[in-house]
């Protein structure tokens, strides 16, 4: 990936203060985020959820199952930082390992749809023709379905989990980035060095792999990024409506729903709600500086 | 290609479209390993072979998959959508008392996010880097990535239960006889009653869901905003007129309003299907009775006749917008060329 | 770049304020201006606002066994036999003033009240209720297993009505009290669709009428029905009884307990019946708010599979012994709900021939541990099933299931859970191929013979595994449960029930854990309300004081 930059747009810009000095951590950063102080939280609060979702054996002050009838719908006290939910377990541990899941989950329901849509989008746009048509048209079938109502479908036919609902999330969005990558793939294709390749006798193979496809990557890589946040917050959605994994398994959008029925017990509900509000915020603003930072053409989008 | 080339094929595949929904709702819909017979006749009954024949034959699943699938795709030719399970109502009706609920949900939804989104941002790319363009970024940051379903909860709990300034979730006060149902949407049925307290008990009902359920779009849609109008505004014309010494505010409206417009349609038109899924959670949480709430019944409930009505229902409505939104895109920008 | 401003100086000027405050006051202020609150805007005082869980698929008579139908069905008809209150040990007449059984217990005969009408302006007679149960008979739908015995019904006379049945079936009169029993008005619904002959499983066409429309003798009439929306009820003023105090009940649909806790407690309900034992126990200290509970006659119990197919190590009967004195009761009974009963037996307390609880078996994690070692199966590993996300009579089945695994893992047994969307589990649970499985019995109709469907061979005993033809123990009590069904003599009925359910407590494959009371919530100045698991709350003699 590139980070240098086309030089106008940044060199308007006032230079680096000079606390950013040459023994500061902050001069690894590109100098876009290490300027905002906004980007700056964020990236420290992703990295924060990552490390709680690594160290929450360690961090959690209960178990997240350990269930303790006696206290169950307790507020917040010294025992339970957080409280504690119907079934007496703690709020805080069953957050902290909550993010175990959800960041996981959230990557990999892009990376599979990102996956599956360069794959096929990639196909569609090099080889054109007919497998383009169908590809497209099965493209346009599934856009029409608006994602959460898709995959309520599929997890009511093949059950509700984990797996289930990254799938049906993986289903939900190859489609949108397949049109793009084979919008791309069809704007690279008319390059000189594509030419130049093919006249040099490459195979078609050789040029998609080794020439087209690895210039039409970042964009996509780019919105990737952006859309992981959304990924956890769809993943959230799906547990809510019950789709997600079985109800002991701290999972945050299930947690919500079971506060649901506790409206006067506040805590259940809310905090989990902030976790995920927390996450997917500090995930969208370092996506928006890395678009920012790798390719200012696509602020539009 | 010309516009009208373009729409006509774009109508023609409307057709296909709609089959291939029907076949990938239908499939979805019977890939489950459960049978819904047993569970629709309740315990007593489904250990009596005889009950579940009389079921089955009654509702026809006692017919080879195929067989149900053409007698489903015949009777919808003829318009007919055949009979939910979970109602014993006909699916169009279902369909007709949900629908308007959903819509005029989404439309108050968009309202919002419209009349509060475009003046935002506008105001933001504007004033760039001002204290209200920081707290419209950070405002459109939060709204994109709030949970829907927790806002809502949040919403209810502090707006109804606590503050008493929301009524309670649904779309009208219980003691409130509905109005004769014309269009479907209570507000304008009550006002065609002439009941203008009806419709100000339904806008009062309405405000809440539709504020929430706009949370996301009013995120996207000002940021784009914001994003087109900066584009604009850095444009040589507009530094060339302001330079001129046009007022900032002429040069804004004459022509960088319409121009950064064009994008905004593109997303409105993507913040719809947004809206439609946003809708399913928040009509779940507002007791809300729409499509959304209706679609999530069903899929639980399967209730094959009536999934496969909303497929058709929200995959229709949605390629619709679509059609219009790229239309009027290219109305707009007569640079673009559809197609 | 901003040229007003020169510098990169934010400026928090007057406009920007503006916009904010704008905003954040437009809200409450836009809300204000449309209107006063509806919580103290009074409803016309003749229309109750009741909140309940809607869940029935329809409210045909004839085609519907849910309790929610049966709490709207049993205000708008009215059938031969019917309950007081909260009493469901003595059946009382409605449309029928009195009954006779013959001497071999195989027919009965009811005297009708004469001068009755349907809400239409047709006399009810004889002939409306032969034509009802007929119906009922020849639908072959989810309601046949109600007439399962009867072989005729006579109408010798405009007020009389003979019930003939196969066997002696004292439970006959019980049964007879069910709202899916009641007598139609037969004119209104044959010329709707409705058909009572043989063939009127294909041929009745009346659902659609009966879902707009009623045709009973009840004190309220059908106003409008959307399904699992809401549903209003109009005053039927020339009702038998004499005229309902409310000229409108509007049910809406509800599905949270919380949210209708949250209604009832700002006045927008005036009755709720869907709320669970937390919901409740806020709601104690609400002002304006009552709060009762009611004893369900319901079971709910831990099943385990005697098929050793299926169960695994849970068909050995010391592993099941085991769980039975693994489960912590003390945690269960605290998720359970106040008011709720532990059970000693699987027939509920309010029913003869239940056992007392103080003998139900006491949780005891050393004697689970010793029984596991004599059973010498090794480690003991198994999944239970169950409708994820369900709640039965105010209990979340979500926290009984994870209580009940956290309390099998810590004498050693491995679960873990399977929660399935509810027809998913259902079925599972029906096919007999729940290994483990947590569910609860309703009565259908208020005697004890409903539980014995738990005996080998029967309903439940078939789920768990267990036909009659299991063993000489098992063949047994089957035969001591045909006995107990057909004695038509009150104690001796008794003492019969009560050795069933103690050998069904010995040698069952089930762990019993409680009956539920559920907990309903009505404002302050409703009185007469009370609530049964046939038909929830009776809407009759509701009023409001004051």
């Not at chain 2, 330079?243 to 064009?262: C, D, E, F, P, Q």
């Not at chain 3, 704008?22 to 409450?28: A, E």
């Not at chain 3, 309601?143 to 009505?161: H, N, Q, R, S, W």
């Not at chain 3, 027939?347 to 021939?353: H, L, R």
């Amino acid at each position: 990936m590139r980070l240098s930059t086309p030089g106008s747009a940044w060199a308007e810009r006032r230079p680096v203060a000079a606390t950013a000095g040459a023994a500061s951590p902050l001069r690894w950063l590109p100098r876009p985020v290490a300027r905002s102080p906004l980007a700056l939280v964020a990236l420290g609060l992703v990295a924060a959820w990552v490390v709680a979702a690594f160290s929450a054996p360690v961090l959690a002050p209960h178990l997240p199952l350990a269930q303790d009838i006696v206290h169950r719908l307790s507020p917040p006290s010294r025992d339970h930082w957080l409280g504690t939910d119907p079934l007496g377990r703690d709020v805080l541990s069953r957050i902290l390992y909550g993010a175990r899941l959800s960041i996981p989950v959230g990557a990999a329901a892009v990376v599979l749809a990102g996956g599956l849509g360069i794959a096929l989008g990639g196909a569609a746009g090099f080889m054109g023709g007919i497998i383009d048509e169908t590809i497209m048209r099965i493209t346009d079938l599934m856009l029409a379905f608006p994602t959460v109502i898709l995959a309520m479908v599929i997890t009511a036919a093949l059950g509700a989990g984990i797996q289930n609902a990254v799938l049906a999330i993986m289903v939900a969005w190859w489609p949108s980035y397949a049109r793009l990558e084979r919008g791309l793939v069809l704007a690279v294709r008319q390059r000189e060095f594509v030419e130049a390749a093919r006249v040099l006798g490459a195979s078609r193979l050789r040029i998609a792999l080794r020439h087209v496809l690895p210039a039409t990557i970042s964009p996509i890589v780019i919105l990737g990024t952006l859309d992981v946040g959304h990924a956890i917050l769809t993943f959230a959605s799906l547990s809510f409506l019950g789709l997600g994994p079985p109800p002991q398994i701290p999972e945050w959008g299930s947690m919500i729903a079971a506060g649901r029925n506790y409206l006067n017990q506040w805590w259940i509900a809310t905090f989990p709600g902030l976790a995920i509000l927390s996450l997917v915020l500090a995930f969208n603003v370092v996506g928006d500086s890395l678009r920012d930072l790798l390719d200012p053409r696509l602020r539009r989008v | 290609m010309s516009l009208w080339r373009y729409l006509g094929r774009r109508v023609l595949l409307l057709a296909p479209m709609l089959v291939g929904i029907t076949l990938l709702t239908f499939l979805l819909s019977h890939a489950v390993p459960a049978d819904p017979v047993t569970a629709y006749l309740g315990p007593q009954a489904s250990g009596d072979p005889q009950v579940i024949a009389a079921f089955r034959h009654r509702w026809g699943l006692d017919r080879p998959l195929p067989e149900q699938y053409g007698i489903y795709l015949w009777n919808l030719a003829r318009g007919d959508m055949g009979v939910s399970i979970s109602t014993r109502q006909p699916v169009m009706v279902d369909l007709k008392q949900h629908l308007p609920a959903t819509i005029e949900l989404a439309t108050a939804a968009m309202l919002v996010s419209l009349l509060v989104s475009i003046p935002l941002g506008m105001l933001s790319a504007v004033r760039r880097d001002t204290m209200l363009d920081q707290l419209a970024r950070i405002g459109s940051l939060i709204g994109v990535s709030t949970p829907i379903f927790w806002l809502g909860i949040v919403a209810i709990v502090l707006f109804y239960a606590y503050l008493g300034w929301a009524p309670s979730p649904g779309r009208l006060s219980m003691e409130i006889p509905p109005p004769p149902p014309v269009t479907g949407f209570v507000v304008v049925d009550a006002v065609l009653a002439r009941r203008l307290d009806v419709a100000a008990d339904a806008l009062r009902h309405l405000a809440l869901p539709a504020l929430v359920l706009s949370s996301y779009s009013v995120g996207v849609v000002t940021r784009m905003m914001r994003g087109s109008m900066l584009e604009v505004l850095g444009e040589e014309y507009v530094r060339t007129a302001r330079a001129k010494g046009l007022a900032t505010w002429a040069v804004v409206v004459r022509h960088a309003a319409r121009n950064s417009l064009i994008p905004v349609v593109t997303v409105i038109g993507l913040s719809f299907g947004g809206l439609l899924s946003g809708a399913v959670v928040t009509e779940t949480v507002f007791a809300w009775p729409g499509l959304g709430s209706y679609a999530f019944h069903s899929a639980t409930a399967l209730d094959f006749p009536a999934i496969m009505g909303v497929g058709l229902v929200v995959a229709t409505i949605y390629i619709l917008v679509n059609l219009v939104v790229d239309i009027a895109y290219a109305f707009v920008d007569p640079r673009i060329r559809v197609g | 770049m901003n040229r007003d401003q020169g510098g990169g100086v934010p400026r928090f000027n007057r406009r920007s304020l503006i916009w904010l405050l704008g905003g954040g006051l437009g809200y409450p202020a836009v809300t204000h201006l449309l209107g006063p609150e509806s919580a103290q805007a009074a409803a016309p005082s003749g229309t109750l606002l009741v909140g309940m869980q809607l869940l029935m698929k329809s409210i045909d008579p004839g085609r519907t066994i849910e309790a929610s139908a049966y709490m709207i069905n049993h205000a708008i008809y009215d059938s031969l036999v019917t309950f007081d209150g909260e009493d469901l040990k003595t059946p009382k007449p409605q449309l029928a003033t009195g009954w006779k059984a013959s001497p071999d217990g195989k027919t009965y005969t009811f005297t009708l009240r004469p001068n009755v009408r349907f809400s239409s302006g047709n006399p009810m007679t004889s002939a409306d209720v032969k034509w009802s149960l007929d119906r009922v008979i020849n639908l072959k739908a989810n309601t046949k297993f109600l007439i399962e015995g009867i072989e005729e019904v006579l109408a010798p006379d405009p007020l009389t009505v003979v019930v003939r049945l196969s066997e002696s079936k004292p439970s006959i009169i019980p049964i007879l009290s069910s709202p899916s029993l009641c007598v139609v008005d037969s004119k209104v619904v044959m010329e709707n669709g409705g058909e009572a002959g043989p063939d009127a499983k294909d041929k009745d066409r009346a659902e659609p009428y009966l879902s707009a429309h009623s045709a009973g003798t009840g004190a309220y009439t059908l106003g409008s029905y959307i399904p699992n929306q809401e549903l209003t009820l109009v005053k039927n003023p020339a009702h038998w009884r004499g005229a309902p105090k409310f000229d409108r009940i509007v049910i809406r649909h509800i599905p949270e307990p919380a949210t209708q806790q949250l209604q009832i407690a700002r006045g927008d309900l005036d009755v709720a019946t869907g709320i669970g034992p937390d919901q409740a126990q806020v709601l104690r200290t609400a002002p304006g708010v009552t709060v009762k509970t009611s004893l369900i006659a319901n079971t709910f119990y831990v099943l385990m599979n005697n098929n050793p197919q299926i169960g695994g190590p849970f068909a050995n009967p010391r592993v099941q012994q085991a769980v039975r004195y693994a489960l912590d009761y003390a945690g269960i009974m605290a998720i359970a709900g106040s008011g709720a009963q532990r059970l000693a037996s699987i027939i509920p307390n309010s029913f003869p021939g239940s056992l007392d609880p103080r003998t139900a078996v006491t949780t005891d994690r050393e004697k689970a541990k010793a029984l596991l070692r004599e059973a010498g199966v090794g480690e003991v590993r198994g999944r239970i099933t169950y409708p994820a996300g369900a709640t039965s009579w105010g209990v979340q089945v979500d926290l009984l299931v994870q209580k009940i695994q956290t309390d099998l893992n810590a004498v050693g047994m491995t679960v873990d859970l399977n929660g399935l969307a509810s027809l998913t589990a259902l079925q599972e649970y029906r096919d007999g191929k729940n290994q483990i499985g947590v569910w609860g019995w309703t009565a259908d109709w208020p005697d004890p013979s409903n539980f014995l469907v738990y005996l080998p061979g029967r309903t439940v005993g078939k789920r768990a595994g267990w036909p009659a033809d299991a063993g000489p123990e098992a063949a047994a009590l089957a035969k001591l449960g045909d006995q107990a069904e057909r004695e038509v003599d009150t104690p001796k009925r008794t003492a019969l029930y009560e050795r069933v359910a103690r050998r069904i407590a010995e040698i069952g494959p089930y762990a019993p854990l409680f009956q539920p009371a559920v907990p309903y919530a009505i404002r302050s100045n409703v009185r007469g309300a009370t609530y049964n698991s046939v038909w929830e709350v009776d809407l009759y003699p509701l009023a409001k004081s004051g």
